[in-house]
Structure formats: C-alpha cells, structure tokens
T-cell receptor, first 111, second 113 residues
Framework: QKEVEQDPGPLSVPEGAIVSLNCTYS??????FMWYRQYSRKGPELLMY????GNKEDGRFTAQVDKSSKYISLFIRDSQPSDSATYLC???????????FGRGTSLIVHP | KAGVTQTPRYLIKTRGQQVTLSCSPI?????VSWYQQTPGQGLQFLFE???????NKGNFPGRFSGRQFSNSRSEMNVSTLELGDSALYLC????????????FGDGTRLSIL
C-alpha cells in the first residue's frame, strides 16, 4: 500500500460546481498536510497547508483533515475553468519532514 | 519577490552523457530540495540541502548528486544518463528544514534520446 493514495482522475465538472478532491494516507506520523496545484508545464504551487484536524478556509478553497480516518480533502467552491489543473496532496512525516506526494488528481472545469 | 528559478528549462541529451541542472531559491530561503516527476511515478524526492550540507537523500542511485553553494543556490548532476532519467526535475526552496512549506520552480524538462 502506498503511503499516500490519490485518485488520478480526470475529474470533469461544469463551471460553478463544488469540487471535492481527496487523499488517504497510511502513516499516522504525518503531522501536517499540504495541497499543491500544478498547471501544465509549470511547477507545483502551494495552495494550502494545515497542521491540525478540522477545516481551514482560504477564499474558494477549504482544506479538511480527518486524522482519525487518515483522510484529507480539498474543496473548491464556485469552480472556474482557470481551476483546471492537477492537484497534489503532500504529507511530510517523521524527523525529516520531507513531503510524500500523492500522484495528483487532474481536474477539468468546463464552461 | 522572485520565485524559484531553474535553468535551463529544457534539455535534450543522449544516453551516457552527464547533465547539470541549476536552481536559485527564493531570496532568504536556505533549504533546497530536488524532485523527479514522471507520469508513472509522480513526484519523487531526490535530496535536500541546507547550509551547503545534504540533510536528506531519497532512494536514487549514486549517479544522481547535488551540491549547494554558500548563497543557497544549488546544482544537481546526473551522470551516465539512461533513458529512464527522462523526467521533469523540480527544485523547491523553503526557509529552513522542518515544518516549512516548500515553494517550487517550474522545473527542467530533461529528455534522453
């Protein structure tokens, strides 16, 4: 079992939809959680990071962490075509704090 | 504030050659990490440097090496290139080691013929 699992998609939604992107993880030592967005031919861009269980909101984006279920989610409200990208979760663990990345979910928001 | 800068953006090499990639971190960032991204394996950690010292290393062969200079700029070298080394090589910088979010450059696309 991979340490971080993420459905590769693609996930195709109409403009304005609420999008839910998810990751599951196996290592309970993961201490904080990050979401990155990667556009084609670009590097990953840090969207959100959170240390604790519960929700963290930033504009149209909400990160949710459920440590008991080892499940993290990223919600995008009022999705726009410009949100079309690959979304990667990243979870650093242990003493090194080196992130383990999910494989990424490809999101397509069509007008 | 300028972001992470990687040069060159694209490289084409042949098997057996060696290559050096360069990364300039965000000003003030002292930690630089390198990743390999491929469609099959996703993002895989290569190594991390802080204050000119390698702090962590991923599970890659010794053909992959790196170094960091006193101004925090970093280089990555791959010797005896193989077809499987074709990938996007990403550099990320952070303020320090530990619980610090990483900020990525746009990568160097390396193609091996």
């Amino acid at each position: 079992q991979k340490e971080v699992e993420q459905d590769p998609g693609p996930l195709s939604v109409p403009e304005g939809a609420i999008v839910s992107l998810n990751c599951t993880y196996s290592n309970s030592a993961f201490q904080y959680f990050m979401w990155y967005r990667q556009y084609s031919r670009k590097g990953p861009e840090l969207l959100m990071y959170t240390y604790s269980s519960g929700n963290k909101e930033d504009g149209r984006f909400t990160a949710q962490v459920d440590k008991s279920s080892k499940y993290i989610s990223l919600f995008i409200r009022d999705s726009q075509p410009s949100d079309s990208a690959t979304y990667l979760c990243a979870l650093p663990s242990g003493g090194s704090y080196i992130p383990t990345f999910g494989r990424g979910t490809s999101l397509i928001v069509h007008p | 504030k300028a972001g992470v800068t990687q040069t060159p953006r694209y490289l084409i090499k042949t098997r057996g050659q060696q290559v050096t990639l360069s990364c300039s971190p965000i000003s003030g960032h002292r930690s630089v990490s390198w990743y390999q991204q491929t469609p099959g394996q996703g993002l895989q950690f290569l190594f991390e440097y802080f204050s000119e010292t390698q702090r962590n290393k991923g599970n890659f062969p010794g053909r992959f090496s790196g170094r960091q200079f006193s101004n925090s700029r970093s280089e990555m070298n791959v010797s005896t290139l193989e077809l499987g080394d074709s990938a996007l090589y990403l550099c990320a910088s952070s303020l320090g080691t530990g619980n610090q979010p990483q900020h990525f450059g746009d990568g160097t696309r390396l193609s091996i013929l």
